[in-house]
């Protein structure tokens, strides 16, 4: 009777043991699909290739074709620029500065102590409907316009950041500057807030979808910026001839490139941006996806950080970043400052904080020099 259970016994866990290896097997063969699947099989895909019998160059597919070098004359450098600029005007497709008014509709308006405040929507190049918020000084002369450009904010409203949202990284600025005595406007980033959430969660779409046009983001970004603009020229409250252009972040990116591009800006403060030198970097095999919201095709290739900042010159510029994100950034002040003869128009400066807009320093640069 007990050998015949020990037989039993072992029969149920031979039984168990087989059913457990076969388990393995099995388990063992999904994983093998799998990570073929998933392309993770670097035995089975990265596997080395045979010697071929020559050698390649650029294997990235990218060119660098650098413009030529800045000169050191004063009439040179102005001559310098306008090809420059003339260059890339030609490399954007399409024209990049509207031809009409901008067509806009008031969907708000209303009155604090010292400022109006009015909701618009705004109609691009495009036909693209753009949420902005206006900010006007009450007083009976035009003011300087100053158009805020936002950063990037994920779910959340750029605009209203800039608007409304004091302890955003952005600082409710723009209502910030309207109360120093600025009529300001900013608007909405095309994959951001009210044109990103609930359709387009990520501003990538945005940018898939224009590289399928033929468009880019960030040309569709300055060709909003530019009908943004003509409207703050535009406006009776404005004085025409002094617009300046400010952003924080990916709005410094854009405000510097909007204002290399439009001679009209008389000066330009960007936040928390800047600090490379040289071209974008090509992309290897350690480096993460870029958003595609930074690229310009073609132009990206060979226009450098450098040649971007020069573009500004001779006017007056202001760049900051915290402490707590510095970069570079001081480090090639010297190159920056080359486009330059006058080297008291380019301010850059590390003040105490982090990747945000510095209200207080911008407030103070505008007054002095708008």
């Known amino acids: 009777m007990e050998t015949s259970y020990k037989v039993k016994f072992r029969f149920v866990i031979g039984f168990i043991f087989i059913f457990f290896i076969l388990g393995l097997v099995i388990e063992y063969k999904f994983k093998i699909i799998k990570d073929i699947q998933n392309n993770r099989n670097e035995k089975i895909w990265y596997k080395p290739l045979p010697k071929f019998p ?86 009976n002369e035009p003011n300087p316009g100053i158009l805020f450009i936002p950063g990037h904010s994920g779910s959340q409203s750029g605009m209203l950041q800039l608007s409304d949202e004091v302890d955003s990284y952005q600082n409710a600025a723009a209502r910030k500057l309207a109360e120093s005595g600025f009529v300001t406007l900013a608007f909405e980033l095309r994959g951001f807030g009210y044109l990103g959430m609930p359709d387009y969660p990520e501003h990538n779409l945005w ?6 046009k033929g468009e880019s983001y960030k040309t569709l970004i300055l060709k909003d910026t530019a009908v943004v603009t003509a409207l703050l020229k535009e406006h009776p409250k404005v004085d025409s001839n002094r617009i300046g252009i400010t952003g924080a972040s990916y709005g410094g990116e854009v405000a510097v490139q909007y204002g290399a591009l439009d001679k009209n800006i008389k000066a330009i403060s960007f936040h928390s941006y800047a600090g490379n030198i040289g071209v974008p970097d090509d992309l290897n095999n350690s480096s993460i996806t870029p ?14 950080q450098e040649n971007w900042i020069w573009l500004l010159a001779p006017r007056n510029i202001q760049g900051i970043r915290g402490i707590e994100d510095k970069k570079d950034f001081m480090k090639n002040y010297e190159i920056y400052a080359m486009g330059w003869n006058d080297k008291s128009k380019i301010k850059m400066q590390i003040e105490d904080g982090g990747h945000e807009y510095f209200t207080n320093s911008s407030i103070n640069f505008f007054k002095s020099n708008l």
Not at 207 to 212: F, P, S
Request: charged share 20%.
């Open 207 to 212: 940018a898939y979808n224009a590289l399928q």
């Open 291 to 304: 958003h595609l919201c930074h690229i310009l095709p073609g132009i990206d290739s060979w226009m450098t």
């Open 54 to 139: 020559s050698s390649f160059n650029n294997k990235a597919g990218i060119s660098s074709n650098k413009f030529i070098d800045l000169p050191l004359n004063e009439d040179e450098k102005f001559f310098w620029r306008e090809i420059l600029r003339n260059r890339i005007l030609n490399e954007i497709n399409g024209e990049l500065f509207p031809t009409q008014p901008t067509q806009y509709k008031i969907l708000s308006s209303k009155n604090t102590v010292s400022i109006e405040e009015q909701e618009l929507l705004i109609t691009s190049f495009d036909g693209q409907l753009i949420p902005a918020r206006l900010f006007i000084p009450i007083s």
